[in-house]
C-alpha cells in the first residue's frame, strides 16, 4: 500500500547515495523517473527507516558503482551517451535488469547483438533509445560520441638481478605493483574490475587519484586494455639504482627503477 503524502514527504528533495563504495548525490525526482522501477518503488513505496544506509547515512545499493552513473544518466535525461570503446554494456544490461528498467535493458540488448561499426565505413552505429518515461516524448539515441579525452599514468616499481657472469641468464623484471593516475571515470572505464580501489575508496567519478593500482602484474596486459580504449603512448620516464647483494662487488647485482608511461585519448 502507497504511504501517505507526509510519509513520502520524509524523503529529502536532495538524495545521497552508496552504490557500490561510489558517492552519488542526486535529486528524488530523478529516482522515481521511471514508474515501476526498483528505484521508484523504493523512494516511494517505502520510508527513509526501511532502507539499507552506510555508516553516514546515505542510502545503500549493494550493486556496481561505477556503471551506476549511466542508470542516472538515462534516469535524467532520458538518454544514454556511452564512450566510443565501452566495453561493458552486459553488465549495464544486468544493472538495467535489476533496476528494473525494461526499456534500457531492451536497447542495450539490441546494441550488443549489432556490430560495434558499419560494414561500408567502418564508422561508428548509432541506435535508438527511446525515452521510457511518458509515450509522448521525442525518441532518442543510444549513442557512442567521441569518448572522452583525457590522461592516464602507468607507474610501476621493478626490479632485476644481473649474475657475476655477464653472460648467464638475468633475473629479469620483478614488477611489485603497478599503479594508475588518472581521473576516477577514466581510470574505471578502461580497467574496469581490475582496478584495485582499496587506497582510495569512495570517490566520486570526477575527482583524480594516484593510488589506484592493478590487480594484476603484467604490464602489457595494462597496455592492451588502454590500446583498446584507444588511448596513445605519449610520454615515459624512468629512475634506476644498482647495488649489491652484500658487500662484496663480485655478488649479484640487483637493478630496481621506477618507471611512468603516459598515455593519452
Not at 547515495?17 to 522501477?37: H, I, K
Not at 539499507?52 to 542516472?72: H, N, Q, T, V, W
Not at 629479469?172 to 576516477?184: L, Q
Request: charged share 25%; hydrophobic share 30%; with cysteine.
Amino acid at each position: 500500500m502507497a504511504l501517505t503524502d507526509s510519509q513520502s514527504s520524509t524523503f529529502p528533495e536532495i538524495v545521497e547515495l552508496n552504490v557500490g563504495g561510489q558517492v552519488y548525490v542526486t535529486r528524488l525526482e530523478t529516482l522515481t523517473a521511471v514508474p515501476n522501477s526498483l528505484l521508484w518503488t523504493k523512494f516511494t513505496q517505502s520510508s527513509p527507516a526501511a532502507l539499507p544506509k552506510d555508516s553516514k547515512g546515505r542510502f545503500f545499493f549493494d550493486r556496481d558503482g561505477f556503471l551506476f552513473r549511466y542508470i542516472l544518466d538515462y534516469l535524467r535525461d532520458s538518454e544514454l551517451s556511452l564512450p566510443e570503446f565501452f566495453k561493458e554494456r552486459r553488465r549495464l544490461q544486468k544493472e538495467a535488469d535489476f533496476f528494473q528498467l525494461p526499456e534500457l535493458s531492451r536497447r542495450l540488448a539490441a546494441v550488443s547483438k549489432d556490430s560495434s561499426y558499419t560494414e561500408d565505413s567502418g564508422e561508428p552505429e548509432e541506435a535508438e533509445l527511446c525515452s521510457p518515461v511518458t509515450s509522448s516524448s521525442s525518441d532518442r539515441t543510444l549513442r557512442s560520441p567521441g569518448a572522452t579525452s583525457g590522461y592516464i599514468t602507468i607507474g610501476y616499481r621493478g626490479s632485476y638481478t644481473i649474475g657475476r657472469d655477464i653472460q648467464a641468464d638475468a633475473k629479469f623484471r620483478r614488477v611489485a605493483r603497478i599503479t594508475v593516475c588518472s581521473k576516477i571515470s577514466l581510470a574505471k572505464e578502461v580497467f574496469g574490475e581490475t582496478l584495485n580501489e582499496s587506497r582510495d575508496p569512495d570517490r566520486p567519478p570526477d575527482k583524480y587519484t594516484s593510488r589506484y593500482y592493478l590487480k594484476y602484474n603484467f604490464l602489457e596486459q595494462a597496455f592492451d586494455r588502454l590500446a583498446e580504449a584507444g588511448f596513445h603512448m605519449v610520454a615515459c620516464n624512468s629512475t634506476g639504482t644498482c647495488s649489491y647483494g652484500s658487500n662484496d662487488p663480485g655478488e649479484d647485482k640487483l637493478w630496481t627503477s621506477y618507471t611512468e608511461y603516459i598515455f593519452s585519448r
